[in-house]
């Protein structure tokens, strides 16, 4: 976390404490920190709400910025605003398509260990040269980075 100082008439003043989060470059992909969150019409309490997520760890895509809101696109394309503190930074990804396989090694020929259904949120810990380790309650493999959303076609993540 970044904490944000301002010198204001010579006294140092202390400003909310953002998430590291809140300074990449758009677009991103968070999580749902908690089992409920609202998304609304529009980045305000104002706006009506239009979703009422109930899957902690769901990956989300932020691809706008308002003060203290992000515009998100969910995994099935819908887009909405939520408040910032309705999200972690922890990588989670959702299994798209049809079944994918969990794979010992980053290999198609590799292992299979375990194999996840469409639908299946896990934690993603690393992504490189096309593969993710993707877990799964304690249950992971590498699996194709294209067959899972929460990632951008080709990225790296440590």
Same mark, same amino acid.
């Given at each position: 976390m970044r904490t944000w100082v301002w010198l204001v008439a010579g006294a140092a003043v202390l400003a909310a404490t953002a998430p590291a989060w809140a300074q990449r470059k758009l677009p991103y992909f968070l &999580? =749902? $920190?908690?089992? $409920?969150a609202l998304m609304r019409a529009g980045p305000g309490r104002?706006? @009506?709400? &239009?979703w009422l997520y109930k899957r902690k760890g769901l990956p989300v895509k932020v691809v706008d910025i308002y003060g203290e809101w992000r515009k998100v *696109?969910? @995994?099935d394309g819908t887009q909405g605003w939520m408040l910032s503190g =309705? =999200?972690?930074d922890a990588r989670t990804a959702m299994v798209a398509g049809t079944?994918? *396989?969990m794979?010992?090694?980053p290999d198609a020929s590799a292992r299979v260990n375990w194999r996840a259904e469409p639908g299946v949120v896990g934690t993603i810990k690393r992504c490189a040269s096309g593969w993710c380790w993707f877990d799964v309650g304690g249950r992971g493999g590498y699996v194709d980075q294209s067959r899972i959303w929460g990632t951008e076609p080709g990225e790296t993540v440590r």
């Open positions: &999580s =749902l $920190k908690s089992n $409920k104002n706006y @009506p709400a &239009s *696109e969910d @995994p =309705l =999200l972690d079944i994918v *396989e794979r010992a090694a």
